[in-house]
């Protein structure tokens, strides 16, 4: 930072403008898996990062569920201590180059935002991946600093946000640590949810590496519940045990036709095209439905992955269909503009009732209702009221159903001593994620239902403060 800019009062920093992310060619993008959003360069980092104010009493910090002290790294961008910043981060997040690309920052930090009040609140997520991808290109293969083990063993059930999240804070405080993953790759819906153009999967592998480097042991193909219990994890000498296994079952509609050749689940779908590499033909020759006429149903994160998924692979009218309007979408405020610059169709205020297939079984038409919304109700959102007579009929030939997500019943069946509420989500304590069984705790998905990635790293942090307590007593 130059003496000058070292200077800059508030009323100065006010006047900068926001500094954009330079972004692929919506055009060119909507036709390729390549990373949509390029990255600030070092000038437009320390622009961004002197938009900052350096609230004495930050109102984004209360915003973060991991708690990052956001102007002091912000501040070291702006004095060009770039190394120095993602230093900072990592005190308090172990997954900051996936953190500055996937949280909902508009409704997290960026939403209280003093500078919000009376420009474009400061861009925090893109500078806490400037920091963090700067430190991937430039930081050598340091080896980190092991701390003194303590001889405790835990065991994390699920290698997603919340378990890696709970893995590095108890390896870091000296503890063994030993993950269990049901998949073939680690990274929980970072790996198969997320499409490789919003978070590249070499930067899931290596903030994986990075724990790795910590010490943590990561155990594929092991699906818990099935290979062992939870009480045998304990028996088997492992002193306490994190259970992270998200919401991985698919929620359904439960109306006619769903189950006809075409209509996939978000979860299928996006696993073929991310996981299992179906959008690499004819590298990976995974199946995987390319309609022209296709529909996608919802209006969150998984909705959005999935409609711009289906036009990179070839469909030439990618239709959203949203129940309630534009603005009540759950889906990240920047993928929804992705979207609708990739030239992504938005219906709103329709609700599909049935699928209609052809004679041998495939999908070619779902019978719709228009929509009205009525008064907020528990989710504070406005309620979808049909209007009647309203039917009629949208010609497709794929549709995937992205409706939300339940938690996976498999690992609470088998542990029939584990208190769950009545979605199947496993009960714990808001403060320390203790479950019902001692020595157990559990977070993320699995107790929130669908949520986010940095909520599920909050709870991991939780529970690895609390594991660590209850293994030294
Ligand atoms: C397509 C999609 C896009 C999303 N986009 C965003 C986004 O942009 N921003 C955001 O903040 N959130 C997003 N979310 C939500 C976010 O990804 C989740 O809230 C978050 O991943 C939850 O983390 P988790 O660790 O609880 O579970 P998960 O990420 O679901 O990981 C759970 C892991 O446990 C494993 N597992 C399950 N059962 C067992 C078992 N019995 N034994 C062993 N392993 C098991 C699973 O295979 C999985 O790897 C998205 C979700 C989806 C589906
Ligand atoms: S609220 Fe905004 S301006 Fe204030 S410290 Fe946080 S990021 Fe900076």
């Known amino acids: 930072m130059s003496n000058d800019e070292n200077k800059l009062s508030a009323k100065e920093r006010f006047k900068i403008p926001t500094?954009?992310?330079?972004?692929?060619?919506?055009?060119?993008?909507?036709?390729?898996?390549?990373?949509?959003?390029?990255g600030y360069t070092e000038e437009l980092a320390v622009q961004e990062a002197l938009r900052?104010?350096?609230?004495?009493?930050?109102?984004c910090v209360p915003g973060c569920p991991v708690g990052i002290d956001i102007p002091a790294f912000i501040d070291l961008i702006a004095k060009r201590d770039f190394l120095g910043s993602a230093k900072k981060l990592k005190e308090a997040t172990s997954l900051p180059a996936i953190c500055g690309r996937v949280c909902p920052q508009e409704k997290q930090c960026q939403g209280p935002c003093v500078v919000g009040k009376k420009a474009?609140?400061?861009?925090?997520?893109?500078?806490?991946?400037?920091?963090?991808?700067?430190?991937?290109?430039h930081a050598g293969d340091e080896k980190p600093e092991l701390p003194i083990t303590t001889g405790k063993k835990a065991a994390i059930v699920g290698a997603g946000p919340g378990g890696l999240a709970a893995a590095g804070e108890l390896a870091k405080l000296g503890?063994?640590?030993?993950?269990?993953?049901?998949?073939?790759?680690?990274?929980?819906v970072l790996q198969y949810g997320i499409p490789q153009f919003r978070l590249p999967k070499e930067i899931v592998q290596i903030e994986i590496d990075a724990l790795k480097k910590l010490g943590v042991e990561i155990v594929l193909n092991a699906l818990v519940g099935k290979f062992k219990s939870i009480d045998q994890l304990l028996e088997d000498g492992f002193d306490s045990v994190f259970i992270a296994s998200g919401a991985g079952l698919p929620n359904f509609m439960g109306i006619p036709g769903e189950n006809l050749n075409g209509v996939y689940s978000?979860?299928?779908?996006?696993?073929?095209?991310?996981l299992m590499k179906a959008?690499?033909?004819?590298?990976?020759?995974?199946?995987?439905?390319?309609?022209?006429?296709?529909?996608?149903?919802?209006?969150?994160?998984?909705?959005m992955d999935a409609v711009r998924t289906a036009k990179r692979l070839g469909a030439e009218?990618?239709?959203?269909?949203?129940?309630?309007?534009?603005?009540?979408?759950?889906?990240?405020?920047?993928?929804?503009?992705?979207a609708e610059e990739e030239g992504i169709e938005f219906m709103t205020l329709v609700n599909p009732i049935r699928f209609i297939g052809d004679d041998s079984g495939w999908v070619k038409q779902m019978e719709c209702l228009k929509m009205e919304l009525g008064e907020p109700d528990a989710s504070g959102r406005r309620r979808p009221i049909p209007v009647e007579g309203s039917n009629f009929i949208l010609d497709v030939d794929a549709v995937v159903i992205a409706v939300g997500n339940s938690a996976n019943p498999l690992l609470t069946k088998a542990t029939p001593d584990m208190k769950v509420n009545k979605w199947g989500n496993i009960e714990a304590d808001s403060?320390?994620?203790?479950?019902?069984?001692?020595?157990?705790?559990?977070?993320?998905?699995?107790?929130?239902?669908?949520?986010?990635?940095?909520?599920?790293?909050?709870?991991?942090k939780k529970a690895a403060r609390a594991m660590h307590e209850y293994m030294m007593k």
Not at 120 to 137: K, N, S, T
Not at 175 to 188: N, Y
Not at 443 to 459: E, F, K, N, Q, S
């Open 175 to 188: 503890h063994k640590v030993t993950i269990f993953e049901a998949l073939h790759k680690a990274g929980g």
């Open 19 to 38: 500094q954009k992310m330079i972004e692929q060619d919506p055009t060119e993008r909507a036709k390729n898996f390549t990373q949509v959003n390029l």
């Open 431 to 460: 403060e320390t994620q203790a479950t019902n069984k001692p020595g157990v705790y559990a977070g993320g998905d699995i107790v929130r239902g669908g949520a986010t990635v940095i909520l599920a790293m909050g709870d991991g």
């Open 279 to 303: 959008y690499l033909f004819p590298q990976y020759d995974t199946p995987i439905v390319k309609g022209k006429n296709f529909a996608v149903i919802g209006g969150g994160d998984t909705a």
């Open 317 to 338: 009218r990618a239709v959203i269909i949203y129940r309630r309007s534009f603005t009540e979408m759950p889906a990240r405020a920047e993928e929804k503009h992705h």
């Open 120 to 137: 474009p609140p400061v861009a925090i997520g893109h500078l806490e991946r400037f920091a963090a991808d700067y430190e991937i290109e």
């Open 52 to 59: 900052c104010i350096q609230c004495p009493k930050p109102a």
């Open 266 to 274: 978000g979860n299928e779908f996006l696993t073929r095209s991310n």
